[in-house]
C-alpha cells in the first residue's frame, strides 16, 4: 500500500513563509504528478499547484509569483515553498499522488491522497 505523509504546516503571520513536504513511500514503481489542492472553510476544493515527473509546473492564478512547488523524484517527496502568505491562504492542504504504480501491479496506475495539514494565516 502505498502512504503519504506531509508535514510543515502551522500558523503564520500574514507576510511570513512556510514549507510543506509530502513524501510517498511503498513499493512505488513510479509516480506521474505530485501536488498540493486546499479547502478553505466553506468553500470547494481547489487545486494550489503540481508538478508532473517531468518537470512541468500548474499553478493556481492566486498564488502564482508566492508559492514554488518542486519535487525529489529519488526521495517521492513533493515540496510547497509558500511565501507573502495571505489570510485567505488559510486551508487544510492536501498533498496528492497521481500515476502512481507499485511493484504488485506494473499496469494499474492510482491517485493517492494526503491525510491533510492546517495552515492558518493570521492578520
Known amino acids: 500500500q502505498v502512504q503519504l505523509v506531509e508535514s510543515g504546516g502551522g500558523l503564520v503571520q500574514a507576510g511570513g513563509s512556510l514549507r510543506l513536504s509530502c513524501a510517498a513511500s511503498g513499493s512505488i514503481v513510479s509516480i506521474n504528478a505530485m501536488g498540493w489542492y486546499r479547502r478553505a472553510p466553506g468553500k470547494q476544493r481547489e487545486l494550489v499547484a503540481t508538478m508532473t515527473s517531468g518537470g512541468n509546473t500548474v499553478y493556481a492564478d492566486s498564488v502564482k509569483g508566492r508559492f514554488t512547488i518542486s519535487r525529489d523524484g529519488a526521495k517521492n517527496t513533493v515540496y510547497l515553498q509558500m511565501n507573502s502568505l495571505k489570510p485567505e491562504d488559510t486551508a487544510v492542504y492536501y498533498c496528492?499522488?497521481?500515476?502512481?504504480?507499485?511493484?504488485?501491479?506494473?499496469?494499474?496506475?492510482?491517485?493517492?491522497w494526503g491525510q491533510g495539514t492546517q495552515v492558518t494565516v493570521s492578520s
Open positions: 496528492y499522488a497521481d500515476g502512481v504504480r507499485v511493484t504488485t501491479a506494473l499496469n494499474v496506475y492510482k491517485t493517492y
